[in-house]
């Protein structure tokens, strides 16, 4: 006889699920485009095609995925309750949803009211995210170091969503001049601030938690955070007061940091108690290699004044860090929530002393199975190699790059699916009984 | 029979703690409890013990990060073993 399970704070399971597997759709889409317009889309950096990719990637994978993993995460570890949480996270995703293509569209066709749509469809979803989540985190009694670092990285999403509506009402409107020398700042706090903020925020739970290893050093988990969002102020006041010295002291603590999240999670890896590898651990020692690498690479061309390829630092950054990342934790999230839910729905049944109408709920690692979820990281891999040729060789290696990038991501999105519908069609046996 | 049951689930990966733990707890005979190990504070146990009418203590553990002491609501016998374990009144009132 088994004690009962509950689902304490966790939402239901449509309310991560709608945003985690949109992210892989975004991501097919993205390749898609890739493969459409070809090796001359990238021949600058601001040509339209490369900011719908760009957005399609850092908006439509990531921060969808991010925001997904958020309402899941922020209840199950730090007891946070978002009240209402389906009717919440519809009316942050479907207008996410459609601001993300909206945008995209509007680089695309040229078309300069889907910059308005757009920009007030990502505008409303992002706020209501912020306001809601930050006052839920400010609420909290909990004091892990991830509470101060996911309300760091909220302030940092709200910079570059401010940011980011200016950028796009300089597209949009002729009212507004289009301030091209704030493209770097938007992109420092969107990939350094919101994105590297929060999954580093994460990581000192999942990583120690899935992964069996020993917890972050706790200066790291304490100073990490707070070092990384002072330098982007620091360097987002070098714009109103170009100080030669503070923008050079910023960027080296900016790349400390880098190197200090990717060795320590390394270590930490290469330390666990559990000697058996799982996916998700490829996928962060992928993602923590690509975080060493650029740091590197960025580090000595500055320091010997080197011109890099226009976008391999973008390609390590946000596949080879942030999607390899979010993919890996994917297969931890997705496994975990279905047999929770179905472990809870059996729990029902028991309670009524319905036994013989319980489902099997399989171990986590047969929701998906490690088979499909280990090719799906080959082609991943592949993709990153080949897109990093392409930003130096791009009419050798740009097709394969994309058409390599283009079955990863609808893979990942095949391997979500089906889980999905494992979760639904066992949902649907119990939902005879209760 | 012994009043201890031991149980290390220090490095295994979840869910398996939670459901070992749960099934640990299910099979204590009278006069048992169980000590529970583990490398880090278990987020999702304390609720589903309350709801299954355990009482619990936890306390930083000698040989792992964590340990827990798990025992039946009204099992007195198993209580007092528990109390002489870790040298206090217990405050089961949650």
């Known amino acids: 006889m088994r004690a009962d399970l509950s689902l304490q704070q966790a939402p239901p399971f449509s309310v991560p699920a709608r945003f985690l597997v949109s992210a892989p759709f975004f991501g ?33 994978f990531l921060t969808m995925s991010m925001l997904g993993a ?8 730090m007891g946070m309750v978002f009240p209402r949480a389906v009717l919440f996270s519809g009316i942050i995703h479907t207008p996410l949803f459609a601001g993300i293509l909206c945008l995209g569209l509007a680089w695309l066709m040229q078309i300069d009211l889907l910059f308005i749509v757009a920009l007030v469809l990502l505008g409303f ?20 170091a991830t509470r101060s670092m996911m309300l760091l990285a909220l302030l940092a999403l709200f910079f570059t969503t401010c940011l980011g509506i200016y950028l796009a009402m300089g597209h949009g409107t002729e009212t507004v001049p289009l301030a091209r020398q704030l493209t770097d700042l938007h992109l420092s706090w969107g990939l350094l601030g919101w994105v590297l903020l929060l999954i580093s925020a994460v ?44 923008k050079t002291i910023s960027t080296i603590v900016l790349a400390s940091c880098l190197l200090t999240f990717a060795l320590s999670t390394l270590w930490l890896l290469h330390k666990r108690r559990r000697l058996l590898a799982d996916i998700t651990m490829r996928f962060w020692q992928l993602a923590m290699s690509c975080l060493l690498l650029l740091t590197s690479v960025w580090g000595i061309a500055t320091l010997i004044h080197a011109d890099l390829p226009a976008f391999l630092l973008g390609v390590l950054m946000i596949h080879g860090f942030a999607m390899s990342t979010i993919n890996g934790m994917m297969y931890k999230i997705i496994p975990f929530i279905i047999w929770l839910h179905l472990s809870v729905h059996n729990k029902n049944l028991r309670g009524r002393g319905e036994r013989s109408s319980q489902v ?18 080959r082609f991943h891999l592949l993709s990153l190699v080949l897109l990093l040729l392409a930003t130096i060789w791009p009419l050798w290696f740009f097709y394969p790059a994309a058409l390599l990038f283009a079955i990863a991501q609808a893979f990942l999105l095949f391997n979500l699916l089906k889980s999905v519908r494992f979760y639904n069609k066992k949902l649907a046996e119990l939902s005879t009984f209760i | 029979m012994p009043h201890e049951v031991l149980l290390d689930v220090s490095d295994l990966p979840p ?31 304390f609720g589903n013990l309350d709801n299954n009418h355990f009482n619990y203590f936890q306390r930083p553990g000698l040989t792992s990060a964590v340990e827990v002491f ?12 528990v109390q002489l374990i870790i040298g206090e009144a217990i405050d089961t009132s949650r």
């Not at chain 1, 958020?70 to 570890?77: E, G, I, R, S, Y």
């Not at chain 1, 990583?207 to 990490?224: A, K, S």
């Open chain 1, 28 to 60: 097919l889409l993205a390749a898609l485009i890739l493969l459409w317009y070809g090796p001359e889309m990238i021949s600058h950096r601001w040509s339209p095609e490369v900011l719908a990719v760009t957005h399609f990637l850092t908006l439509g």
């Open chain 1, 70 to 77: 958020m309402m899941q995460l922020m209840p199950v570890l």
């Open chain 1, 125 to 144: 979803s992002f706020s209501l995210f912020i306001v809601l989540t930050a006052d839920r985190l400010l609420r909290s009694a909990n004091r892990h």
């Open chain 1, 203 to 246: 990581a000192y739970q999942v990583v120690p938690m899935f992964q069996i290893t020993d917890e972050y050093p706790v200066i790291v988990q304490r100073w990490l955070g707070w070092l990384i969002f002072i330098a982007l102020l620091s360097l987002s006041l070098t714009y109103l007061w170009p100080l030669e010295i503070v």
């Open chain 1, 360 to 377: 099997n709920v399989p171990h986590m690692r047969k929701i998906i199975p490690e088979a499909a979820a280990l090719w799906q990281f």
């Open chain 2, 15 to 45: 869910p398996e703690p939670l459901e070992q733990t749960l099934d640990a707890a299910e099979a204590l005979k009278p006069g048992q409890y169980l000590r529970m190990l583990h490398r880090r504070d278990p987020c999702m146990l």
């Open chain 2, 70 to 81: 798990i025992w039946r609501e009204n099992d007195t016998e198993a209580e007092t073993a």
